[in-house]
């Protein structure tokens, strides 16, 4: 399984299309991967947002990124940990390329280029 991790800081706004556009590229692979939105403590509707669009919500009080990066890691049930910002738009292939790589045993981590239209 593969845990997609989102810190998010008063993120309301944006989590609607990202949550959208994880889903639209996990496809119809959605069962073998988790969505986790780590709520740094956000005075917005961040945390109602992230669990009435099926994520499940952990919380973060910390304001350090690296914390609230690792709180969604120890929540993690995946054996790959993919951490994407609250305001991404991931595209389709995505989760297929990081699948891919993981694949191999020397590969343990990494990151994904991005393209810009």
């Known amino acids: 399984m593969i845990s997609i991790i989102i810190p998010a800081y008063n993120e309301a706004k944006y989590l609607p299309a990202t949550l959208a556009a994880v889903r639209r590229a996990l496809g119809a692979n959605e069962e073998s991967f988790e969505i ?13 947002v992230a669990f009435r669009l099926g994520a499940r919500v952990v919380g973060e009080r910390e304001r350090n990124i690296a914390a609230v990066r690792n709180t969604g890691g120890d929540a993690a049930g995946g054996e790959v940990l993919v951490f994407i910002d609250a305001d991404t738009i991931v595209r389709p ?5 990081i699948e891919d790589a993981m694949e191999d045993a020397g590969c343990l981590g990494g990151s994904v280029d991005v393209e810009y239209d």
Not at 36 to 48: F, K, P
Not at 93 to 97: D, I, K, S, T
């Open 36 to 48: 986790i939105v780590v709520d740094n403590d956000s005075t917005d509707d961040t945390c109602g």
């Open 93 to 97: 292939g995505l989760f297929e390329r």
